[in-house]
T-cell receptor, first 114, second 110 residues
């Protein structure tokens, strides 16, 4: 069964450094998402991406964040200058279409900012 | 603020009993509702989705939706220790983002 994959599984970085989190969505899916979950808190939406552009973003997704689909398979989340509060699990998700289609989540990248 | 509310628990249920998980939502424009299971340190795993008022059954799981009351529930029959996890309720309006509740931690006692 096809799965969303994410790399790396864990990343430790120093405050102020740039990080890139990578995702490979399910191959026939068209909608891509990033969510994050701070330890002990709810899963929060960051951004959705369709047809090579952002379709929706949350207040969390400020100028420090960017997303890109650099080729036909990868979907990346970049954090330009990490802060301590960016420490969280970051989940990539994809769906075949937008509405009436479920979103399937990858295993996540645990980001720790020191 | 469009929110999804869940009792954080923990909810403790004996093995073999029915576990009942509840969720309310504030956005009347929400059209679809999802139950995900999340084991500690893992990603959300889809259990069921429901769009229409009433019940939807899938194996040991039944989702119930009441749009007038803005209420969604998940019943787990014949609960097993492997069902012990956090259950996340999520709503979605159209093709937009999932809005998650805090999750209910469920423990099945052998």
């Amino acid at each position: 069964e096809p799965e969303v994959t994410q790399t790396p599984s864990h990343q430790v970085t120093q405050m102020g450094q740039e990080v890139i989190l990578r995702c490979v969505p399910i191959s026939n899916h068209l909608y891509f998402y990033w969510y994050r979950q701070i330890l002990g808190q709810k899963v929060e939406f960051l951004v959705s991406f369709y047809n090579n552009e952002i379709s929706e973003k949350s207040e969390i997704f400020d100028d420090q964040f960017s997303v890109e689909r650099p080729d036909g398979s990868n979907f990346t989340l970049k954090i330009r200058s990490t802060k301590l509060e960016d420490s969280a699990m970051y989940f990539c998700a994809s769906s075949r279409q937008g509405s009436q289609e479920t979103q399937y989540f990858g295993p996540g990248t645990r980001l720790l900012v020191l | 603020q469009k929110e999804v509310e869940q009792n954080s628990g923990p909810l403790s249920v004996p093995e073999g009993a029915i576990a009942s998980l509840n969720c309310t939502y504030s956005d009347r424009g929400s059209q679809s509702f999802f139950w995900y299971r999340q084991y500690s340190g893992k990603s959300p795993e889809l259990i069921m989705f429901i769009y229409s008022n009433g019940d939807k059954e899938d194996g040991r799981f039944t989702a119930q939706l009441n749009k007038a009351s803005q209420y969604v529930s998940l019943l787990i029959r014949d609960s097993q220790p492997s069902d012990s996890a956090t259950y996340l309720c999520a709503s979605r309006r159209g093709a937009q983002k999932l809005v998650f509740g805090q999750g209910t931690r469920l423990t099945i006692n052998p």
